[in-house]
């Protein structure tokens, strides 16, 4: 064995990245595994996309230090308006009315990437083992042992896996998954609007799903556009003025014209979940333990918030990052958070992503009715900004 650390964190993308950054005050002695070199920013989860971020998570990033670095590349959404497309009724959330800041923030993937992997070169404590792979792992009472491709040998009190929705720990380990596979392909760009979004996003659901457009710098609107499996491969072989028509048709005019679209991307919606999320001496997070639907923005979020709790236990009084009691406080934390966003998001996509005309009438209904009931609809706001869950020392301002 060349080295032994306190955690061993497999992937370096946001949630992997978050979770060595929070520890960054700690005594612990911290490596990251990482396929992508984080020096030349490959890492394919840092890319063009609009990241939503709860105003929970901006709480996080302040007391982890890495707000005031991330704000520059930030736009705040103040509102977000809600409708069903084809049917009355819409939903209105609001900062000033929840009297927060921000009910969230939406920051270039790219630019997150690049203030996250500064920010690990300059971190003592942490060692970047990169670009490298876990090909083998083995578990003991006192630590797990993994083999990278490139011939070391590395052993752990605790491996965290943040390796994302095709977690190599996972296949190594030959954990079960709970699936659902929505048929539905997400589609990703950058888009420019004749009106300024003035800070206010949209989600519009329509027949085949949701059409999301959060508001970006430059009066730009990061887009996630629902469509069923199949129908992505026309769209995104369009011409940039056929795709702003299409576009528009389930969009509406309540940004004027669509006048510009960036790069277009797309990728499969599912669901996943891990069912055996803490193992001996291995915990999952982020999506390798729940990838989930876009369609209420939860995603990084709560993998994020599954950050926070973890690093409270690994800052706390136990002696070994891989005691079974911290590892069951954690679940037991967490699991009650992670299973609630997950019912309600799978509940969601039920619900919005369907052409019923009876339920479509009801959907409008109840957006009207939710409209004019503050208290239900300040539920759901601080349910949205990540405040309606028990909070962890990060996200309370404290220090680890």
């Not at 396929?35 to 007391?63: M, N």
């Not at 300059?122 to 042992?145: F, G, K, M, R, S």
């Not at 027949?207 to 996630?224: C, F, Q």
């Amino acid at each position: 064995m060349n080295n032994h650390y306190d955690v061993i964190i497999v992937g370096g993308g946001m949630v992997g990245a978050s979770l060595a950054l929070a520890l960054k005050q700690s005594d612990l002695k911290i490596a990251l595994i990482e396929a992508f070199s984080v020096k030349l920013d490959q890492q394919p989860s840092y890319d063009d996309r609009g990241i939503a971020l709860s105003y929970g998570s901006q709480r996080i990033f302040e007391t982890m230090g890495l707000w005031s670095k991330l704000a520059p590349y930030s736009t705040t959404i103040s509102d977000i308006h809600i409708s069903d497309r084809g049917h009355f009724g819409a939903t209105r959330l609001s900062a000033k009315q929840e009297g927060v800041p921000a009910l969230g923030q939406v920051i270039l993937a790219r630019a997150m990437g690049q203030v996250f992997n500064q920010a690990m070169l300059e971190q003592e404590n942490l060692d970047l083992i990169c670009p490298a792979n876990v090909t083998e792992l083995e578990q003991t009472e006192q630590h797990v042992i993994i083999s990278l491709n490139d011939g070391q040998q590395l052993s752990a009190n605790l491996i965290v896996a943040a390796d994302g929705a095709n977690s190599t720990i996972r296949r190594l380990l030959n954990l079960a998954v709970t699936e659902n596979d929505y048929q539905q392909v997400a589609i990703t760009a950058n888009i420019s609007t004749e009106r300024p979004h003035l800070g206010k996003a949209f989600e519009r659901f329509a027949e085949t799903g949701p059409v999301a457009l959060l508001p970006m710098s430059d009066n730009r609107s990061s887009l996630i556009w629902t469509v069923n499996t199949g129908e992505e491969t026309e769209l995104l072989e369009l011409s940039d003025q056929d795709f702003l028509n299409r576009l528009q048709v389930h969009f509406g005019y309540r940004l004027g014209k669509l006048t510009q679209v960036g790069q277009r991307g797309s990728f499969p919606l599912k669901m996943t979940q891990t069912q055996q999320p803490v193992q001996q001496r291995i915990v999952f997070i982020g999506n390798a333990a729940h990838n989930l639907h876009p369609i209420a923005g939860q995603g990084f979020n709560l993998g994020l918030r599954d950050v926070a709790v973890l690093a409270d236990k690994l800052c706390s009084t136990y002696a070994d990052c891989g005691d079974p009691e911290l590892l069951h406080d954690y679940q037991r934390w967490q699991q009650s958070d992670q299973d609630t966003v997950i019912k309600t998001t799978d509940l969601l996509v039920n619900l919005f992503s369907n052409d019923n005309a009876l339920l479509g009438h009801a959907r409008g209904a109840g957006l009207a009715l939710l409209d004019i009931l503050p208290r239900t609809k300040s539920h759901i706001a601080q349910s949205s900004m990540g405040l309606a869950n028990k909070q962890s020392r990060l996200a309370r301002g404290i220090d680890l």
